[in-house]
């Protein structure tokens, strides 16, 4: 029923139904984004937020960014500086690109810099509750011993600012988005009444 996204290899699945083991595409540049993007033809490709979000949201191969809220700038006087804004989540929404939010980015900072992250993360909920971009809670555990519940993953959305449906929805959508991805790789179209 629940999915996890992981960076590691694991045999035992704890209380997901389903663990993922996913690569996630780190660019510094265009060039090295569209190296990465055809390396991992194959599966899920979830690009790493950066400098080129905007590049990442553009791009309808990618079918979801995490982490777009890690970023070296300064926040502004009056806003956070979340590495997304209107026009991003207007392009998220039209690629039918989903924003993951990493629990494992919050478990491992420390100090002060966990509060920025997750108040940049709350910004990037209200943005993509407002402008209805699919968002995707998950743990991006690269060990076991960061694997984390989906009643703990629940509380984070929650915590994040959605409602217990859309967590508990951001949770599924791991599921849906693997779902279309294996239909678009094998051609096959699905009915509505499906």
């Known amino acids: 029923m629940y999915s996890d996204l992981i960076c590691f290899n694991a045999q035992e699945a704890a209380s997901f139904s389903k663990l993922i083991a996913i690569d996630i595409i780190k660019a510094a540049s265009r060039l090295e984004l569209e190296k990465g993007i055809k390396r991992a033809s194959e599966g899920l490709i979830i690009a790493e937020g950066s400098e080129l979000n905007r590049a990442i949201l553009e791009n309808k191969k990618i079918d979801i960014l995490v982490s777009s ?11 956070r500086n979340s590495g997304l804004n209107q026009v991003l989540c207007k ?26 992250i997750m108040g940049r993360m709350m910004q990037n909920v209200k943005l993509c509750k407002k402008y209805k971009v699919n968002m995707v809670i998950s743990s991006f555990a690269t060990s076991k011993f960061e694997l984390k519940s989906p009643s703990d993953l629940i509380s984070f959305g929650i915590i994040l600012g959605m409602t217990p449906k859309e967590a508990k929805e951001s949770i599924l959508n791991i599921d849906r988005i693997f779902e279309i991805k294996k239909d678009k790789l094998s051609g096959g179209v699905k009915l509505k009444d499906e």
Do not use: C, P, Q, W
Not at 99 to 111: H, M, P, Q, T, Y
């Open 69 to 79: 809220e890690n970023n070296s700038k300064k926040d502004f006087m009056h806003y």
């Open 91 to 116: 392009l998220a929404n039209k690629n039918s690109i989903a924003i993951a939010f990493s629990f494992n980015d919050v478990l491992k900072a420390k100090g002060t810099e966990r509060s920025k």
